[in-house]
């Protein structure tokens, strides 16, 4: 009976536990499980102007997106987290967004590529 009693409270002590863990960003609770959908647009450096077909990826995830005809991109399902975020497009030095820090209150970036010419 005793050891019955035991487990049933180390039991409910692991899921009170479990429950603590599952972490704050910028003071909102997110679940381990969530997932977030991380955006933003690729232009050019000098002029400004909007991008098409840019390829975006996520380094060390098999993802990437390209950029619409407004150069915007968009990953749904993220997780939370930082991520090196990598631009590349013909005729322009590829992009680097170093540790990017996306949650759920920062999940847009902009990317302004260079032309090579």
């Not at 840019?54 to 390209?66: C, M, Q, R, S, T």
């Amino acid at each position: 009976m005793k050891k019955t009693i035991l487990s049933i409270v180390f039991i409910a002590l692991l899921g009170f536990v479990y429950a603590d863990n599952e972490g704050e960003i910028n003071g909102k609770s997110v679940a381990p499980s969530q997932t977030i959908s991380l955006s933003g647009s690729v232009m050019d450096f000098e002029s400004g102007e909007a991008l098409t077909g840019v390829e975006v990826k996520l380094e060390g995830i098999d993802i990437k997106a390209y950029t619409d005809f407004d150069g915007n991109f968009e990953f749904d399902g993220v997780k939370p987290g930082n991520y090196n975020i990598i631009a590349s497009y013909v005729s322009y030095d590829k992009s680097l967004v170093e540790n990017f820090k996306a949650n759920v209150e920062n999940c847009e970036v902009d990317i302004k590529l260079q032309s090579t010419k």
